[in-house]
């Protein structure tokens, strides 16, 4: 459990470590952050440019549980090949995730999900005949049952908070068309 609150919390300190970052957005990203934080009351902390190695990846995602430490990161490609607008509807979109606690929720879910699984793996050692010093066999078991289980309900918990994100970046630029094209 502390592993996870420390990863939700120290998500940007690692994204920094793990990815070549610009941290000095332009003046169009910051005014954007700006004005979808005034309208809609998220702080977001900074806004961040990965300059990821390919350079062809056009992406952005939000991280960071605590209002402190909330970023959003933007790669050097949607920067470049996205209009203002299409930009607009994109960070809205990331904003929404803001709106709706969906890192603190996926948190939640790894801790809900792994708890149960690890004890259930626990008590299924006490029924079969698997040694305790076993190790491998114990492993293969929690892939074949721990590993589907957490990939479907987490897939699904994700889809759901992609199409809300979705929905709130629609409301808040006014174009749910835009909002498909970025």
């Known amino acids: 459990i502390i592993y996870f609150f420390l990863l939700a919390v120290l998500s940007p300190l690692l994204l920094r470590l793990s990815n070549r ?14 004005e979808l934080q005034e309208k809609t009351g998220i702080k977001v902390r900074r806004m961040q440019i990965l300059d990821e190695p ?4 056009s992406n952005a995602f939000a991280a960071g549980l605590l209002p402190r430490y909330r ?3 933007v790669t050097k490609n949607l920067l470049e090949k996205s209009s203002t ?21 996926r948190l939640g879910l790894a801790i809900l999900l ?8 626990e008590y299924t050692q006490t029924l079969l005949p698997i040694p305790e010093e076993n190790f ?9 049952v721990g590993v589907p289980i957490i990939t479907l309900v987490v897939g699904w918990r994700a889809r759901k908070a992609e199409y809300a994100a979705d929905r709130y970046a629609a409301e808040l630029v006014g174009d749910p068309e835009l909002v498909v094209q970025a």
């Open 71 to 73: 970023r959003i990161y």
């Open 85 to 105: 607008e299409e930009l607009k509807a994109v960070l809205a979109h990331e904003f929404g995730h803001f709106k709706h606690h969906d890192v603190a929720k």
């Open 21 to 34: 970052t610009i941290t000095k957005a332009d003046e169009q990203l910051e005014g954007l952050s700006k």
């Open 114 to 121: 792994i708890w149960p699984l690890q004890k259930g793996l």
């Open 136 to 144: 491998g066999a114990s492993l293969l078991l929690w892939l074949l």
């Open 54 to 57: 390919t350079g062809r990846i």
